[in-house]
């Protein structure tokens, strides 16, 4: 099933999960005991990850210098397949513009529908420095927006070559909104009008960037919709769970902490997990109470926080 018509079949708010497939050799074992652990919750659908790849130069003894191109996170499309056909769960794949050409996004898309995939959702990634990308040539999306419209127009038929009578997919294409504006963005204006091109262009509903100041969250929501955009707007959550968070989150997502927050956590690092799951919860049910048509954790490598916080929320979730 579609992720849009889980929300528009909802009769409450639905618990929704995003992980990452594993480095490079690691074993798969770990990322489907993680998956095991989520099943009691019903999840809807689990969100995977993708991964540019990255390239590094090697200077070899002759002088010579060697450019080596690999993924440290290959297998987002296989985990996928294993999430559909070994949990019976709706799996979402993430498609990047980075490090991907238009050709292999196209190739991606094949492969999904092939396996029965129709969800995915499509974001720019960002630029580590090291990923590999298309930009000369002129074959890359450039936005996510780009993105969104190739698969939309994968939808109707059209491919990036002319294919006669060509099978349409049928994709639903979730997208990425960010309540304290895209760090590249001026403004949160103008970030919500580019997030209003990404719906316009074909986005089906849109998830957001972790954030731990719902008042952010909200005056996001109420800016979109003043902005005529009406699609599912789900708030993206992560558990706070060691103090590192709070210099390793801002600096790779762009976000902020409350004062109060980073304060309790500091005076108490020892009791980080508690602080992080109590403020989570907290957090959680202010958003229910809002109306949000679900939750999206961000589990990423270890369930168990998440899970712990779902376990306190207010019955009426889909978790319930």
Request: proline share 7%.
């Amino acid at each position: 099933m579609k992720v849009i018509e889980h929300y528009k079949q909802a009769t409450e708010p639905l618990i929704s999960f995003e992980i990452i497939p594993p480095k490079r050799g690691g074993s798969v074992k770990n990322v489907f005991d993680s998956i095991e652990k989520l099943m009691p919750v019903n999840p809807p659908f689990i969100d995977v990850t993708y991964h540019a790849a990255e390239a590094s130069i090697e200077e070899l003894p002759d002088g010579t210098v060697k450019r080596h191109i690999k993924r440290k996170r290959p297998g987002t499309i296989g985990l996928c397949a294993a999430i559909l056909h070994r949990f019976g769960v709706d799996p979402v794949p993430h498609l990047i513009c980075e490090g991907f050409s238009k050709e292999e996004s196209e190739d991606a898309l094949i492969e999904l529908n092939y396996l029965g995939i129709d969800n995915v959702l499509a974001i720019r990634g960002d630029d580590s420095g090291t990923s590999v990308n298309f930009r000369k040539n002129g074959t890359v999306n450039k936005y996510a927006s780009d993105l969104v419209r190739q698969i939309k127009n994968m939808n109707q038929g059209i491919y990036l070559e002319d294919i006669a009578n060509a099978d349409p997919t049928d994709f639903c294409i979730g997208v990425a909104g960010y309540p304290e504006k895209h760090f590249e963005a001026p403004n949160i204006e103008w970030d919500i009008q580019r997030l209003k091109d990404k719906v316009e262009a074909g986005g089906d509903y849109i998830v957001s960037q972790m954030f731990y100041d719902n008042q952010a969250f909200f005056s996001f929501v109420e800016k979109c919709r003043a902005a005529g955009i009406t699609v599912p707007i789900v708030p993206g959550i992560k558990v706070i769970t060691t103090e590192r968070h709070l210099t390793t989150l801002p600096k790779y997502f762009h976000l902020s902490f409350p004062d109060a927050l980073s304060t309790e956590i500091i005076s108490n690092p020892e009791k980080t997990k508690e602080i992080g799951i109590e403020w989570c919860i907290r957090q959680c049910t202010e958003l229910l109470e809002y109306g949000v048509p679900g939750i999206h954790f961000y589990v990423m490598g270890d369930p168990q926080p998440a899970l712990d916080v779902i376990d306190k929320l207010p019955a009426g979730t889909s978790a319930k």
